[in-house]
Structures are given as C-alpha cells and as structure tokens.
C-alpha cells in the first residue's frame, strides 16, 4: 500500500479555481490507480475522478465534467486534481485515494489507501 497525502484545499469564491495534489509515498505508484472523492457533512462519499495507472484512462463524475481534470506525474508520485469555476455545491472535504490495479473503478470500496482528506469550501 502507498502513503498518500493531500493538499491545496481551502476558500474560494464560486467561480475560482483550486489545484488540490495528491503526494504518495513508495517506489511504485505507477501501478495504483489514482481516485478523487469527496464528502460533504451529511452525505455519502461521492466519486469525483479517476485515473488509469499509466494516465491513459480517466473519467470524471457527471457533477463536474467540464469543470475538473485529474492528471498524475508518476516520477513526482503525484496525483491532481484542476478544479475550474467552482460552485458552492463543491464544498466538501476531498480525499486522494488508491488501488493496486490499473483500471478505474467508481465505488470508494473499490480502493485500499486514502489519504486524510483536504477542505474545500466554496462561498456563494
């Protein structure tokens, strides 16, 4: 399993962007695939984005197509997260999250490592 550590959360107006990072610890994390997901107090854990092992793959939920990409630097062990004209809906705490595979799996039980989540809030 890998160690992963967010960051780049914070307070934006709507509208404003954020680039959260993902860092991950151990000399293979070329072979995880990479999660984004986020939970807001009183609801469940929602996938957000996804990406293969090699970066070929991703998907990203329909809340936020057009709005958020993920991307990954293997030699940084680093998984982002570009979120663009954000809306209060988006508020939430963001977590980094893995599988050893190379496919992109939907369902949060799908993966084995998470980090411990970074606050976004987005002000009206």
């Known amino acids: 399993q890998v160690q992963l550590l967010e960051s780049g959360g914070g307070l934006v107006q709507a509208g404003g962007s954020l680039r959260l990072s993902c860092a991950a610890s151990?000399?293979?994390?070329?072979?995880?695939?990479m999660a984004w997901f986020r939970q807001a107090p009183g609801k469940e854990r929602e996938f957000v984005a996804a990406?293969?092992?090699?970066?070929?793959?991703?998907n990203v939920a329909d809340s936020v197509k057009g709005r958020f990409t993920i991307s990954r630097d293997n030699g940084q062990n680093t998984v982002y997260l570009q979120m663009n004209s954000l809306k209060p809906e988006d508020t939430a705490v963001y977590y980094c999250?893995?599988?050893?595979?190379?496919?992109?799996?939907?369902?949060?039980?799908?993966?084995?490592?998470w980090g411990q989540g970074t606050q976004v809030t987005v002000a009206s």
């Open positions: 999250a893995s599988r050893y595979a190379s496919g992109i799996r939907y369902s949060h039980r799908e993966y084995d490592s």
């Open positions: 990406i293969s092992w090699s970066g070929t793959n991703t």
């Open positions: 151990g000399r293979t994390f070329s072979s995880y695939a």
